[in-house]
């Protein structure tokens, strides 16, 4: 038979929901073979255009049926699944029947439609079912008695250069290996299961256990689905019978591939990683790359010498047949419509361009039965004896060692002695009858489960349904609930659980989910440490579950509760159908990650799609690090891009979407990007598998293992200094904030700009210009100064620096000070200074609405860690450090109110204050505070409530002669505007009597004159109170009654467990009470004490010293408001107790 080239076809699916959403733009079009592609970016750009055996419209123009099947509309172009099967499918299957080996692979990157073209979905289905159901039509109607079919069906994945049997429960650890026929010259996979199938029901009844297999073993996190091939390989055995008697076999093997997404992962992330080389990630789809190509090369016959790299992967290895050998190949490329995804659409359509090229030169496999069995009786007895004789014998090649020529020595005896029990295998199975095979394999096929696929039921019960990145392996497993409770956990806990789960994050017993007349109910075991999440928020105690609930168990297994007794319970927001990509979304939204796409940009878009893909993979590195006590713990950071190094606030460039992983020993830290994330993901996978096959990984080299690095200078955060003096030639000054990523306050830096000349030298005063267009055309120059900073976290004392890139003399120069060591306050006094040979309009622009942003950086170490922290494991290490950054993160906004009292020292000791002594990190969940303050807030205002109901119920109770509304009023209102906060409360306080007394500036008097007459001595505006402010007398007043109420509050006043006064609610209500009326020895006492606590000694020391400081205030304060109703009758004798009862009501009705 003459070469035929590659069959290539095209398909573009619909939008999805997630386009849909976001306004996406549609940028393929196709005139019948032809297929077009425009830049979103250049709109005035010629479309990119290709053409193909067959391009596939299937992206609108369809209708639903009755049945769920979809079809063209009127007049429409669309391509069904029928249409598609007609033109490919149907040559597969006509070729396989003639005798041809065919194969049929789908490429395109993860969601684009490829498992749709091949598998289906629903009552679509696709190219592989209808090829198998057609098939055994045609059988079924042969009349020929002479003629009888055999039919053979396996199923196997390749991950991670791995191949596991889907059709076994039992995988060798490393996978099945890949071998080699000595006389065919072809890779076949050594004991994979290949099951003997006598109708499509068992096809599909096999289809739906490898599917299942698939499924679970992506939730297991040994193998990830868009990152694995499928290969369904389907023997087809003719087997005719000749007048004579004797027999001719005619054999078509069948390969249908689906190969992993095509999508490139991000090398610029990954460039200089050290084990980006030990990565599989897409590597067969590389080696798969340079298989098209070299084998287009051979045929357009641009080279004449070319060695087709067959071997560099398992998937060029087993479709070496079928690219370039004996098979009709057809290839359909599944393309994704939306603007988004351009870049990767186009280089799925230059792959195609590139595979159409390649020619095969497919034979009819037609040999006597006969003559195949004695071929491998007489191949066997050949490699008997072989092996009899000492094995091979091989001549020294040139450039072999000895230990070289040994090593291939055993491994071609290796490969004889598989290839030998390969043959005796096969002489088994032809003396074995057909029937009694197909009467074997069917027994076992009725016993099948493969999760619970009776629908009857699914009405009737509530049942667990799983979700799956992957939509073809979602609701492939459905756990049913029974009455009473269902266990939830691993097979090797005793009891076993009904729901046996495994992978990470799994403990043995896990939950418990109950159900009670339909009424579901799901709690955690206690004290086993389980995670597991409702709606993607952790679940605490025990919850009701609602219809369509999302219910996340450990890591990675994800399903929803379907109760059909109960579908009221739903929520009416919720879509028709739930999907993987909505709880991920869910997952995302809790934790703080905007999911809405209105208003947009494309860059912004992209960043949100990589943050949904990131959030799940390092949910699983964390549990991973967990499992292997690797005491690391990981999290997604958005960087904007000011906050990037060399960033420009002014440039709208998309945020960076990177991992910060965190040494919980020592607080090191480093951000990935993430193409290098994403590479380390999967060799922690790999180190995974290898843990759980049983290897010893306790000993590898740090080099290797993935979960270390070697430290690394750390991004404290970044100033903005804008240059907008420069345009009037005027100095500038200034402290700059320096902000993290996350725009948290992490320290100063004091930066000076100062224009000068050439040689740094300050120009004089007089240069200053009106107009900055005059500097149009000159020279300018000016002098960078970074003076000093100030850094708020200790752990960054170990060397601090600056760096910043500017324009100088027209080259980007890189710019960076001295590192200054040992300090929190490093004083740099580098200066630079920046030349402009010709100041033009641009620098001007520049200098009105640019900045140079100056990045701090902070030297790290690999420190020797607490003691006390190396007896915790990672997940107690995790756990300590989100309380202790929690904690810490509440204290910073108590303390904050003081801003305005307290320096930045007692500030900077406020936040260092930590559990371990490590600085208080302000990276914590913004979640879990979230939720912390809003439960406090809550309680406050419950006890609000209770107070008011209070006040209430007692002036109910009053008889109607002692009712007065405006006390009743005012006691009302002062619950309800109460902050809740006594620390705020009192600091206030504090802050007004200190004010009042730099008002009245008290002197000091040895007499024992009364406070009162000392006031009209030395103020004489303050004799008549018509003379009084006022604003004054309301602060005299105010002044008057929180005293007051001080001394009378003892209720916030709790025992700590050194036996000291402190805090009540943990974080910073303190009771002044006690040092309003201790002498000063008991306050100094005091003091002492509460310095052991360390928190609070700032701020308490600081209240006992004001507390000294307003005692003459307040007795001053307290007696003109005792003698104010009649100061010019009171010849310095005290009021009564009547009066200070008038005054005590006055001050409450004037406040």
Not at 114 to 120: I, Q
Not at 382 to 392: D, I, P, Q, T, W
Not at 1019 to 1025: D, H, M, T, V, Y
């Amino acid at each position: 038979m003459p070469d035929e080239s590659v069959k290539v076809a095209v398909r573009v699916r619909p939008f999805n929901q997630r386009e849909k959403d976001r306004s996406a733009k549609l940028i393929i079009k196709m005139q019948g073979q032809m297929t077009t592609i425009a830049n979103p970016e250049t709109p005035n750009e010629e479309p990119k255009s290709f053409s193909f055996d067959y391009s596939y419209w299937s992206h609108d123009g369809f209708q639903e049926k009755s049945d769920g099947v979809l079809e063209p509309a009127g007049g429409s172009s669309y391509a069904s699944q029928r249409r598609v099967f007609e033109d490919l499918g149907q040559g597969v299957l006509d070729n396989a029947f003639e005798g041809y080996n065919c194969s049929l692979f789908a490429y395109g990157q993860t969601g684009s439609g490829k498992s749709y073209s091949m598998v289906g979905y629903g009552q679509n289905k696709g190219i592989v079912p209808i090829t198998c159901d057609e098939m055994f039509k045609t059988m079924d109607k042969n009349a020929d008695p002479n003629k009888r079919f055999e039919v053979t069906f396996s199923m196997l994945e390749i991950y991670n250069e791995q191949v596991r049997d889907l059709l076994s429960k039992d995988n060798p650890k490393g996978g099945l290996n890949v071998r080699q026929n000595p006389k065919l010259g072809l890779f076949y996979v050594e004991n994979l299961k290949r099951v003997p199938v006598g109708s499509y029901a068992e096809i599909e009844k096999r289809t739906d256990q490898g599917t299942a297999s698939r499924t679970v073993a992506s939730t297991n996190m040994n193998a990830t689905s868009s990152r694995a091939h499928t290969v369904v390989t389907i023997t087809f055995d003719q087997i005719i019978k000749s007048e004579s008697g004797s027999e001719t076999k005619k054999s078509s093997v069948m390969n249908l591939v689906d190969l992993a997404g095509s999508e490139r992962a991000d090398s610029t992330g990954a460039t200089g990683d050290r084990l980006k080389e030990g990565a599989n990630i897409n590597k067969s789809l590389s080696a798969l790359g340079n298989v098209i190509s070299a084998l287009a090369d051979l045929s357009m016959g641009t080279k004449k010498k070319i060695m087709v790299p067959y071997r560099d992967s398992v998937l060029t290895k087993l479709l070496q047949n079928a690219l370039g050998g004996n098979s009709k190949t057809i290839m359909i490329a599944a393309l994704s419509p939306a603007d988004i995804n351009y870049d990767e659409t186009l280089s799925t359509l230059r792959y195609a361009d590139r595979a159409k090229k390649i020619k095969n030169k497919a034979v009819v496999n037609e040999n006597p039965l006969d003559k195949l069995i004695r071929e491998l009786k007489e191949e066997n007895e050949r490699l008997k004896k072989a092996m009899e004789g000492g094995g091979v014998v091989m001549q020294e090649g040139a450039g072999l060692t000895p230990e070289e020529l040994d090593k291939m020595r055993k491994q071609m005896e290796e490969d004889i002695r598989a290839q030998l029990m390969a043959n005796q295998a096969m002489i088994a199975e032809n003396a074995q009858s057909w029937d009694d095979k197909l009467a074997e394999a069917r027994t076992e096929t009725e016993k099948i489960d493969v999760g619970g696929a009776d629908n009857s039921r699914k009405s009737k019960e509530a049942y667990l349904i799983n979700l799956n990145e992957d939509p073809m392996l979602s609701g492939v497993i459905c756990h049913f609930l029974n009455s009473g409770e269902t266990s939830v956990g691993r097979k090797d806990a005793s009891p076993v659980p009904n729901i046996c789960l495994s992978g990470l994050s799994i403990q043995k017993q896990h939950a418990v989910i109950f159900n009670k007349k339909g009424v579901i109910e799901i709690e955690s075991v206690s004290g086993s440490g389980s995670k597991t999440k409702i709606n993607g928020i952790p679940l605490t105690g025990r919850k009701a579950l609602c219809h369509k609930d999302r219910i996340l168990f450990g890591s990675n297994h994800m399903y929803v509760l379907m109760n059909p007794l109960k579908p009221e319970t739903a929520d009416n927001s919720l879509p028709k159908e739930i999907t993987w990509e909505y709880a991920q979304k869910e997952i995302a939204q809790v934790k703080g990650f905007a999911t809405g796409s209105a208003g947009l940009s494309k860059e912004q878009q992209i960043v949100q799609e990589q943050v949904l893909e990131i959030l799940p993979m390092v949910s699983e590195v964390n549990a991973v690090s967990e499992e292997l006590n690797k005491q690391k713990s990981f999290e997604v950071v958005l960087i904007s891009a000011a906050a990037q190094e060399g960033g420009d606030i002014t440039q709208s460039h998309a945020s960076k979407v990177t991992v910060k992983m965190k040494n919980l020993l020592n607080g090191n830290t480093w951000l990935w990007e993430r193409g290098k994330f994403i590479t380390r993901r999967y060799l922690i996978q790999e180190l995974y598998q290898k843990f759980l096959d049983g290897e010893n990984i306790s000993n590898i080299p740090k080099e290797q293992d993935p979960f270390w690095e070697p430290t690394e200078d750390v991004l404290i955060g970044t100033s903005n200094l804008f240059l907008q003096s420069l345009s009037y030639c005027l100095d500038f000054e200034d402290t700059l904030n320096i902000s993290d990523y996350k725009g948290q306050e992490e320290g100063h830096l004091k930066v000076k700009l100062e224009p000068c000349d050439n040689k740094g030298k300050p120009i004089d005063e007089e240069a200053f210009v009106d107009d900055p267009h005059e500097l149009l055309n000159k020279p300018y120059h000016f002098k960078l100064t970074v003076e000093n900073a100030n850094i708020h976290k200790s752990r960054f004392s170990k060397g601090i620096m600056v760096k910043y890139s500017v324009k100088n003399n027209g080259k980007v120069e890189e710019v960076k000070t001295p590192t200054v060591k040992n300090t929190l306050t490093p004083t740099f006094n580098h200066s630079k200074v920046i030349s402009i040979p010709k100041l033009k309009q641009e620098n001007l622009d520049f200098f009105e609405s640019g900045c140079i942003t100056l990045s701090i950086y902070g030297i790290q170490e690999d420190t020797m860690p607490d003691p006390k922290l190396l007896k915790l494991n990672t997940r107690e290490l995790r756990e300590a450090s989100m309380y202790q950054d929690l904690r810490a993160l509440t204290i910073n906004q108590e303390l904050r109110q003081m801003e305005n009292m307290e320096n930045s020292t007692a500030n900077a000791s406020g936040r260092r204050a930590t559990m371990f002594g490590n600085e208080i990190a302000s990276d914590t969940s913004h979640l879990k505070t979230e939720v912390v303050l809003l439960q406090r807030k809550y309680e406050r205002l419950q006890q609000k409530e209770r107070r008011m109901q209070q006040i209430c119920e007692e002036w109910s109770k009053k008889p109607d002669g002692e009712k007065q509304f405006e006390p009743f009023y005012r006691a009302v209102s002062a619950v309800a505007n109460s902050t809740g906060t006594r620390l705020k409360t009192r600091v206030q306080m504090l802050n007004q009597m200190l004010k009042l007394q730099k008002t009245v500036a008290l002197p000091s008097y040895k007499d024992n004159s009364s406070p009162m007459l000392r006031l009209q001595k030395e103020a004489p505006g303050l004799q008549r109170q018509k003379t009084m402010d006022p604003s004054m007398l309301s602060q005299v007043l105010q002044g008057q009654k929180y005293v007051r109420q001080m001394a009378l509050d003892k209720s916030s006043v709790i025992e700590e467990k050194d036996g000291t006064q402190g805090d009540q609610d943990s974080f910073g209500s303190v009771d002044l009470e006690p040092y309003m009326n201790a002498d000063p020895e008991d306050s100094a006492d005091r003091s002492k004490r509460f310095t052991q606590n360390g928190n609070r000694t700032g701020l308490l020391s600081d209240i006992n010293t004001k507390r000294e400081v307003l005692k003459p205030a307040r007795n001053a304060v307290s007696e003109y408001s005792a003698n104010k109703k009649t100061p010019s009758k009171s010849n310095g004798k005290r009021p009564s107790s009547a009066d200070n009862n008038k005054t005590e009501s006055s001050a409450c009705v004037l406040q």
